[in-house]
């Protein structure tokens, strides 16, 4: 269980979303994974308040990555389509680390991410070693943030607005989306959004 993570949370207005989607996935997709350690990436969307909300999913080599070197020169050369796109997301979120626990090799479509503090930790793992035995759930994962790596100011950083960030994640991935809705309310969580899987990428390093 050496693997690191990086994932970002953002909103985007209906009428960027085509030039974010096209962004993400003909260039900002292969430039993050031209960077040593970086592993794959997943990007999921939901709807949120009239806007879509897309969350973005690295796999690392390790919880090292998200301060590299390599990595920060990148964010701090953002390329101009990078410059474009960046002011336009909303309720930026971010946060990198190490995976603290998996269960299920497999990837699903379907997910729910749940945010937690760090001091839950525990019991949150408890809940996934559960949550990872019923019927049509694929993997529970869980991840602690490196919250001192993962919010060092960048050039990127510089051009959004209002960025925050999260201490931990609970992520459930499951066949179909029923399980989830039923799975987070059983876990009496506030936010219940649940994500569709609509591009996966892998670096020739994995």
């Given at each position: 269980m050496n693997h690191g993570f990086l994932a970002i949370f953002s909103d985007v207005?209906?009428?960027?979303?085509?030039?974010?989607?096209?962004?993400?996935t003909r260039e900002h997709a292969q430039e993050r994974l031209s960077v040593p350690g970086f592993l794959a990436m997943r990007v999921f969307r939901t709807d949120a308040q009239g806007r879509a909300r897309f969350l973005i999913f690295y796999r690392l080599r390790d919880a090292g990555v998200v301060a590299s070197?390599?990595?920060?020169?990148?964010l701090n050369a953002p390329t101009p389509w990078s410059q474009r796109v960046m002011p336009r997301l909303k309720n930026f979120?971010?946060?990198?680390?190490?995976?603290?626990?998996?269960?299920?090799?497999?990837?699903?479509?379907?997910i729910a991410p749940v945010l937690f503090a760090g001091d839950e930790l525990a019991n949150y793992l408890a809940a996934a070693s559960e949550i990872?035995?019923?019927?049509?759930i694929a993997a529970t994962r869980i991840f602690e943030v490196d919250r001192a790596a993962?919010?060092?100011?960048?050039?990127?950083?510089?051009?959004?607005?209002?960025?925050?960030?999260?201490?931990?994640m609970l992520l459930l991935e499951a066949l179909d989306e029923n399980v989830l809705a039923e799975?987070?309310?059983?876990m009496q969580v506030v936010d219940r959004s649940i994500y569709r899987q609509i591009f996966a990428l892998r670096s020739a390093q994995a």
């Open positions: 207005d209906p009428a960027d979303e085509t030039d974010y989607l096209h962004w993400l070197e390599a990595y920060l020169a990148r979120m971010r946060g990198g680390g190490r995976i603290a626990f998996e269960s299920g090799a497999g990837e699903a479509m379907w990872a035995k019923a019927d049509r993962s919010e060092i100011k960048t050039n990127e950083k510089a051009m959004r607005e209002g960025d925050s960030a999260f201490e931990a799975g987070l309310a059983f």
